[in-house]
């Protein structure tokens, strides 16, 4: 292949050299007979060889770069074309001698051969790189089949099929299957179902046998999909509306609590305040009370002795008046009844004053005693504080012991949501892999559309069950409205012949 490109190389070099000096000559002295100046006439074979060469390589680049623009492609030709008629009729009349003319215009001609061979090597190398090169229709193809092959062609070039054999191929495996229906319907093709004349209906946009018949069952996997994806939607939807009112619930238990707490510390300080200010405000008007009494316990017992004595001197006055007048009878004896009247008065003023202090001591202590009795009291209510604020304090540590275990029961729930979700998963995935397995051994067996669904039935059957092996009767399992829905069908009489078929498929020891 090296020494096959060197040569090809060489020689369309070789061939284009010879020609472009060929051709310069010839239109050098044709450009000075049409009138160009003798600076000038050089000049006009380069500006149109040259734009031969300029438009082809640039179209070349253009193709390389996967740009191609066929305006440089026809400009060449043209500009090509044009130097074989310049070269052609720079010798005169070309019907006066053709062979003299064509030897003048063939060497460009052999020149854009070259290049289109070259081109042509580029652009199929380009095609092989994107991956998009195509075989072409056979031309014997196109002389023996013409009414056939432009509908051939046609479905090759629409939908991308871009290998001539593979065309082929389809095309007999679509005669194949056709000749297959019609003599399972004994030649009426009408008798054939929707499903079995997909491939024939599917043929002209480009779908094979194989893909035509497995469409029903791609769009009931894909609808199923859209179904799961649907209740997956749900579920998850479903698991944020739980998990949103959860969490609003703990965080207004949460609240609460914390109001609860505020509130009965509030209470609490309010309370002991309250205690301690009454106790103050009961001991100040308690004190005030007792100085009070005593002073007036004080006043009257001074009162008291003020009018003893006032009494006491009165009697001490009659008594010296009485004196004065028995003075003359008896002076000794008024002397004796003076000091025994003297002695009498002493002990009447010790005894009322022993009295009064007596009955001060009582008052006194008697306010001592209501002193320590409102002591007691302000003790009790400061007990009775503390009690209640250990009580505020212990119900405040059960409302956030609460609150944790609330957090706690979140947490978990949302560990099982995530544990059921991934488990549920994990499921899907099995039963798609078993399904995906099932269908790919469905296509290879090539079977009918109704032993496809009455298998499809069976694998949902034992989907069930796994789900719930407690439970053995299939009718308990998968109900007719699921195989409705799941095989797309409206009698409730053909779910119930599949799944009868399908438990005595399962009987009979099929396991997808």
Do not use: C
């Amino acid at each position: 292949m090296l020494a096959l490109s060197l040569l090809a190389a060489v020689g369309a070099t070789l061939v284009g050299a010879i020609g472009f000096a060929m051709s310069y000559d010839t239109l050098a002295a044709v450009a000075l007979h049409w009138g160009f100046s003798k600076e000038l006439a050089p000049w006009f074979p380069v500006g149109v060889d040259a734009s031969i060469v300029a438009f082809l390589a640039l179209d070349l680049y253009l193709i390389r770069k996967m740009t191609p623009w066929h305006v440089l492609r026809l400009a060449a030709h043209g500009m090509t074309a044009a130097t074989i008629w310049f070269n052609a009729s720079s010798q005169g009349s070309i019907q006066a001698d053709p062979v003299r003319a064509a030897s003048h215009g063939v060497m460009p001609f052999l020149f854009v051969i070259g290049v289109e061979a070259g081109r042509r090597l580029i652009i199929q190398k380009a095609r092989l790189e994107a991956g998009t090169a195509s075989d072409r229709v056979p031309l014997h193809r196109w002389l023996l089949d013409p009414f056939k092959t432009p509908r051939f062609y046609r479905r090759m070039r629409l939908y991308g099929v871009t290998s001539y054999p593979e065309m082929v191929r389809r095309d007999q495996e679509l005669i194949a299957y056709e000749l297959w229906l019609s003599r399972k319907h004994k030649g009426d093709l009408s008798l054939a179902s929707k499903d079995e004349r997909l491939p024939m209906t599917m043929a002209p946009y480009g779908f094979t046998v194989a893909q035509a018949l497995a469409m029903p069952d791609d769009q009931d996997r894909e609808a199923e999909a859209r179904q799961e994806a649907a209740k997956q939607r749900r579920l998850e939807a479903d698991t944020r509306r739980t998990l949103a009112e959860a969490r609003a619930k703990a965080a207004a238990l949460r609240a609460q609590g914390q109001v609860e707490v505020v509130m009965a510390e509030v209470a609490g300080e309010t309370g002991q305040a309250r205690a301690h200010a009454d106790a103050q405000v009961t001991a100040a008007e308690r004190t005030v009370a007792l100085e009070k009494a005593a002073l007036e316990s004080a006043v009257v017992a001074e009162a008291k002795a003020r009018a003893a004595t006032a009494e006491r001197l009165e009697a001490d006055e009659r008594e010296e008046a009485a004196a004065a007048d028995r003075r003359a009878a008896a002076l000794e004896k008024a002397a004796a009844e003076d000091r025994q009247a003297a002695a009498e008065a002493d002990l009447a003023a010790a005894a009322e004053a022993q009295a009064i202090d007596t009955q001060t001591t009582a008052i006194a202590r008697k306010a001592a005693a209501e002193t320590e009795k409102e002591a007691a009291e302000t003790k009790e209510a400061a007990a009775e504080t503390r009690r209640r604020t250990a009580e505020i304090e212990r119900r405040t540590t059960e409302e956030r012991a609460r609150q944790e275990a609330a957090l706690a029961a979140i947490e978990q729930s949302k560990k099982d949501a995530a544990e059921a979700t991934r488990a549920a998963a994990e499921t899907r995935a099995a039963a798609a892999e078993i399904e995906r397995a099932a269908v790919e051994a469905e296509d290879v067996a090539k079977l009918k559309p109704r032993e496809r669904a009455v298998r499809k039935v069976a694998r949902m059957i034992l989907t069930a069950h796994a789900a719930n092996p407690g439970s053995t009767r299939a009718d308990q399992l998968v109900t007719l409205a699921q195989i409705q829905e799941a095989l797309d069908v409206s009698s409730p009489g053909t779910a119930s012949e599949y799944r009868t078929e399908a438990i005595e498929l399962l009987a009979s020891g099929y396991r997808p």
